[in-house]
């Protein structure tokens, strides 16, 4: 695993660099700042994941952000504190997978960082309030793009609102079986295995 870390060089950075590298064989992680990883540009190699340090973005403006978006062609976990403007992150930085708090346990953190390689989505906050808040990648547009017709993403917003087979099939006048194959297919499009890999959060 080839991992980049954006932050600064203190001892909190290279703890968490150390977990990671102690966790995984072969791994190994790149830490840069963030002026240094905008000035690389187009040379960027390729990462497994990207885990950003919130207190580096604390003094980008929106476009840096973007430009970060734009660099980043991984999955992202962001690591940050509830005093931090972490759903503007969420909304500037696309394909974040994870938002966790900074001071995470370790077997919380590697545990993220294993459903995030696996495709999935982890956070320390409820994943309704974000998605609540339009962010970019729980609105109609990330469900297209995943190829989900209008009936499924109708039925993952209800999973997702924490709705039982029973009451969507009630709801939606359809078998609990029809339900369970669209769900299936759900499951399938965005390449998961459950639900909980998909939508992990922990309260």
């Known amino acids: 695993m080839k991992?980049?870390?954006?932050g600064e060089k203190n001892l909190g950075s290279?703890?968490?660099?150390s977990i990671i590298e102690a966790s995984y064989q072969m791994a190994s992680v790149i830490l840069k700042n963030v002026e240094k990883f905008l000035e690389e540009g187009t040379e960027q190699q390729h990462y497994s994941i990207g885990i950003i340090d919130g207190k580096a973005l604390h003094t980008c403006p929106l476009h840096q952000l973007k430009q970060i978006s734009q660099l980043l062609n991984c999955p992202v976990l962001l690591l940050v504190e509830d005093d931090q403007p972490w759903q503007k992150y969420l909304e500037q930085i696309d394909n974040v997978h994870g938002v966790i708090k900074r001071e995470s346990d370790?077997?919380?953190f590697i545990n993220t960082i294993n459903i995030i390689r696996d495709g999935g989505y982890c956070y320390s906050w409820d994943i309704h309030s974000i998605k609540n808040n339009g962010a970019a990648m729980f609105n109609d547009e990330y469900y297209a793009s995943a190829g989900l017709?209008?009936?499924?993403?109708?039925?993952?917003?209800?999973?997702?609102?924490g709705a039982t087979n029973k009451a969507i099939s009630i709801r939606l006048s359809r078998s609990e079986k029809t339900i369970s194959a669209h769900k299936s297919n759900i499951l399938r499009k965005l390449g998961v295995k459950r639900f909980s890999d998909l939508f992990f959060h922990c309260r």
């Open 106 to 108: 370790v077997e919380f």
């Open 14 to 17: 290279l703890g968490i660099i």
């Open 3 to 6: 991992a980049l870390y954006l």
């Open 149 to 161: 017709t209008r009936r499924e993403t109708e039925i993952l917003k209800m999973c997702l609102d």
